[in-house]
């Protein structure tokens, strides 16, 4: 067997994880509007790469923005009050 990728039989190799996605791709992930996702864009509060036309957002910049909503909406539940769910609540 040689030692060159190419020649690895597909049985063992894994494909490699999306590192980054346009923007369709994160407005999907993100569940929200193209026009939101450019809105959160434009506020600096999701960061982009730029390739030539194109613009991607890393895989890394959607967990650290989906950690921090996450964050943010922990701290103002804890000012409110508990989180109720249901109806009649």
């Known amino acids: ?30 569940r929200t509007s193209r ?21 991607y957002v890393t895989l890394r910049e959607v967990e650290r923005y989906v950690a921090a909503c996450t964050d943010s909406a922990r701290q103002t539940d804890g000012q409110r009050g508990p989180l109720r769910v249901g109806l009649g609540a």
Do not use: C, W
């Not at 959160?40 to 509060?45: C, D, K, L, V």
């Open 1 to 30: 067997m040689s030692r060159y990728p190419g020649n690895v039989p597909a049985e063992h190799t894994r494909p490699l994880p999306a590192l980054r996605f346009d923007i369709n791709e994160v407005a999907g992930i993100l």
């Open 35 to 55: 026009a939101q996702l450019y809105k959160r864009i434009a506020e600096g509060a999701i960061k982009v790469q730029k390739d030539g036309a194109r613009t």
